[in-house]
């Protein structure tokens, strides 16, 4: 997903390991959970969801938790078959499942089209390098 971004390799190595030791306790909580969809036993495509913790807001005055979907990913010969739109639609119905009334992301220019799609909308979100 990442290389495809196009994170340098160098980059990628180094936080292989850093991201194992962080998603590990998170799958074996629950913090992390997600879907994925498979094809003759191989994983084609997957989604990560998170639940964060937030107070109520206006986008979400009845929860103190938001959504949050992440590496979102479909190998690329299985590309086009929808696979990436199920997996959301998938996501979006756990979410409201466990009460969630406001999700968010951060997409790729790859992925923008499929979420604007299905009628997810670009936010006032902000970031600064604080290293």
């Known amino acids: 997903m990442f290389a495809e971004a196009g994170v340098a390799q160098n980059v990628l190595d180094a936080i292989e390991q850093p991201f194992a030791d962080?998603?590990?306790?998170?799958?074996?909580?629950?913090?992390?959970?997600?879907?994925?969809?498979?094809?003759?036993?191989?994983?084609?495509?997957?989604?990560?969801?998170?639940l964060l913790d937030?107070?109520?807001?206006?986008?979400?005055?009845?929860?103190?938790?938001?959504?949050?979907?992440?590496?979102?990913?479909?190998?690329?010969?299985?590309?086009?078959?929808?696979?990436?739109?199920?997996?959301i639609l998938r996501a979006e119905?756990?979410?409201?499942?466990r009460g969630i009334e406001f999700a968010t992301l951060h997409a790729s220019s790859m992925?923008?089209?499929v979420y604007e799609g299905l009628d997810w909308v670009a936010t006032a979100e902000m970031g600064k390098w604080l290293a």
Do not use: C, D, I
């Not at 986008?59 to 949050?68: E, K, N, V, W």
């Not at 990913?73 to 997996?87: C, D, I, M, Q, T």
């Open 22 to 50: 962080w998603l590990r306790p998170r799958l074996q909580s629950g913090e992390y959970f997600g879907f994925v969809a498979e094809e003759t036993g191989a994983v084609v495509a997957g989604v990560g969801l998170r």
């Open 111 to 113: 992925g923008r089209p």
């Open 54 to 87: 937030w107070p109520a807001h206006p986008l979400h005055p009845h929860s103190g938790q938001r959504g949050y979907m992440l590496n979102v990913f479909v190998e690329p010969a299985h590309r086009g078959k929808g696979l990436a739109k199920a997996l």
């Open 93 to 97: 119905e756990e979410f409201r499942a």
